[in-house]
């Protein structure tokens, strides 16, 4: 079969199959051309600046650039001569659960998708050609690869300050902006922003199914009411707004702080009763692990990611994602019963610190720098 941009000879042998170029409308072909586009701007405009740098005789031994915005595209060719990390923390698939080697038949309506994942997997996939070590953090990330490509991928975790994330005794919130030192059940939920991606609508909803059941529960909500994931809403519109117009959320019993200091929110993870964390099959967030090394109690949802740091009911709880019943029952759970989360979150923490304190993985990571620089060297 011969599948053929133009007419095919109406006297060739073979059977044929004629296609026409995709055109979408200009506003999607746009957003797709942009993310190339983008990358190898941010991957030109590093390079001048390293030039800059090599011009006025600096050398690195190392490189380590984080993968996916084009940053690093450029550096091994600035400095040959030096070693070159890539850290890759995604490559884009169309269902991030499916086994990146288990393609599933595209269908005419996934064209669009597919192609915009293509467009951002391209500097992805590019820091591969000069990498001389390609770096992410934990199996689930690393498993959204290609199999070719992820063998050349070594797990390991960016680590967690165990001396900085640690139980603080008696944590009060009590700052001037919002004081809750009265209260002994807070639920909190930290997001970049408000949006699907890290499950705030499905938050929300279990948040009322608490108000209803709990009338001494307080909510703080850290982070800011935008989409940092997902798809941007129109001008003046958020997924806070939504929710709020959607659901009779009693607002005194709720309190949404906007971004706050790292040791502000220590102190409110450390004062909280049970902290929520919610995403969609993606990027683990560092806050998860540092609630969990500050003694608070977790809940997350069910994902491979999450259950690969969260034993149910031993180091925090897992939920089914997108149910919001059961995220609630599991909220009054947590709120019910003090004396079992201090276990937990003593729990939570210990599991952190044996697998993810930091001191432990810079010194792995130096280890498999030192081995990278001497093998540099040696082929030189």
């Not at 409308?25 to 800059?52: D, K, P, T, V, Y």
Request: net charge negative; charged share 25%.
């Amino acid at each position: 079969m011969v599948l053929h941009r133009n007419d095919v000879p109406k006297d060739a042998d073979l059977p044929r199959a004629q296609f026409r170029d995709a055109r979408h409308r200009a506003q999607q072909q746009e957003r797709i051309l942009q993310e190339i586009e983008n990358a190898l701007c941010s991957g030109m405009g590093s390079a001048a600046g390293a030039i800059a740098l090599r011009d006025q005789g600096y050398s690195p031994d190392i490189i380590i650039s984080h993968c996916g915005w084009g940053t690093g595209l450029f550096l091994k060719e600035v400095w040959p001569e030096a070693v070159y990390i890539a850290y890759h923390e995604w490559y884009y698939n169309l269902d991030a659960l499916s086994p990146a080697d288990q393609i599933q038949p595209l269908t005419r309506d996934q064209i669009l998708q597919s192609g915009h994942n293509m467009a951002r997997n391209m500097p992805i996939v590019s820091e591969f050609v000069h990498a001389d070590a390609c770096w992410s953090p934990n199996r689930f990330q690393a498993g959204q690869f290609p199999r070719h490509l992820r063998e050349k991928i070594v797990i390991t975790h960016d680590g967690v300050d165990t001396s900085l994330n640690k139980p603080i005794p008696n944590a009060k919130i009590n700052f001037p902006w919002l004081d809750l030192s009265s209260s002994d059940k807070i639920v909190t939920y930290i997001g970049r922003g408000f949006e699907p991606t890290r499950g705030f609508p499905t938050f929300m909803e279990a948040v009322k199914k608490v108000q209803e059941k709990s009338a001494d529960a307080q909510v703080v909500i850290v982070g800011s009411n935008r989409v940092a994931y997902g798809e941007a809403l129109s001008q003046g519109d958020s997924w806070l707004h939504r929710m709020l117009d959607d659901l009779d959320i009693d607002l005194s019993r709720v309190h949404i702080t906007g971004t706050i200091e790292l040791p502000d929110l220590r102190k409110v993870l450390a004062a909280s009763s049970a902290h929520v964390y919610l995403t969609v099959p993606f990027v683990l967030s560092w806050s998860m692990m540092e609630a969990m090394a500050i003694g608070c109690p977790v809940i997350a949802n069910d994902l491979p990611a999450t259950s690969d740091i969260i034993t149910n009911g031993e180091n925090g709880f897992l939920v089914t994602t997108n149910d919001a019943d059961a995220l609630a029952d599991r909220i009054l759970f947590c709120l019910d019963k003090p004396e079992m989360m201090k276990k937990i979150g003593r729990n939570g923490r210990k599991s952190i610190a044996e697998r993810f304190e930091m001191d432990t993985v810079f010194s792995e990571r130096e280890k498999m720098m030192e081995d990278l620089l001497r093998t540099q060297r040696n082929h030189l």
